[in-house]
């Protein structure tokens, strides 16, 4: 492997930088990668070409069900990897089906972890065999529902379009799993302000609930909803 290779770590420092599963992470990357840098938020877009691997750190997240439509967004552009979770917190299939390229648990052993990101690094994915293999089997069907929100994007412009900027910030949030309290202080408004586009948003997006507009948001979102920086 090159040692010029680059790699992009975000991290939170506070609850993982003395896990002895990031410690592990830290001194593998330093004997593979030649640049290194560590931050707890992503670059700018103009400067993420200058990375080959970007490592998002993934303690005390539940991303089970639901991905960040940031992280998804990444994925379809450069090479990710999840590390420093528990295996109860992530689905190995959606991550998969989601482009990430491989995840790194708590409990992996150094030898596995250092294994995978040379194994990543040139170009391969770092999931279980069976993981892949169910992947695999559903890749057609998964394919069939890519290509018929594809067909559908033009017909879901008039539902963008309704869209307000509010709501569109909205949305963008519940993607990432914010409730409503986190998205009242983000956007400096009242909870009762944020029911009020949340309902409006359903209405448009013909959601029934806060999932089905995430998984609405986390379809469209790259192609519709600008992300909000």
Known sequence: ?????????????????????YTTILKTIQALFG????????PKAEQRGHYDLFLIDGAKNNWHDLIPAD??????QYSIVVF????ESVCEKNLLLNHINGV?????????IFKGLVRVSAG???FTRKVISQAFN????????????????????????????????????????ASNNAIADKLNISDHTVKTHLYSAFKKTNSRNRIE???????YISVLLPLVK
Not at 71 to 76: F, P, Q, R, S
Request: aromatic share 10%; net charge negative; with cysteine.
């Open 213 to 219: 507009l995430a998984n609405w948001a986390q379809r």
């Open 124 to 126: 391969e994915l770092w």
């Open 84 to 87: 420093n979770v528990d295996k």
């Open 1 to 21: 492997m090159s040692q010029q290779q680059a790699i992009f770590v975000k991290t939170t420092f506070q609850s993982s930088f003395h896990t002895e599963s």
């Open 104 to 112: 790194f648990y708590k409990s992996d052993e150094p030898e596995d």
């Open 35 to 42: 640049d290194i840098k560590m931050d707890d938020t992503l």
């Open 71 to 76: 992280l998804i967004c990444l994925a379809k």
């Open 138 to 177: 559903d890749i057609l069907a998964v394919a069939a529902s890519f290509n018929n929100l594809s067909d559908n994007i033009e017909l879901k412009q008039d539902d963008y379009a309704h869209l307000t900027k509010r709501e569109k910030s909205v949305i963008h949030l519940i993607a990432q799993g």
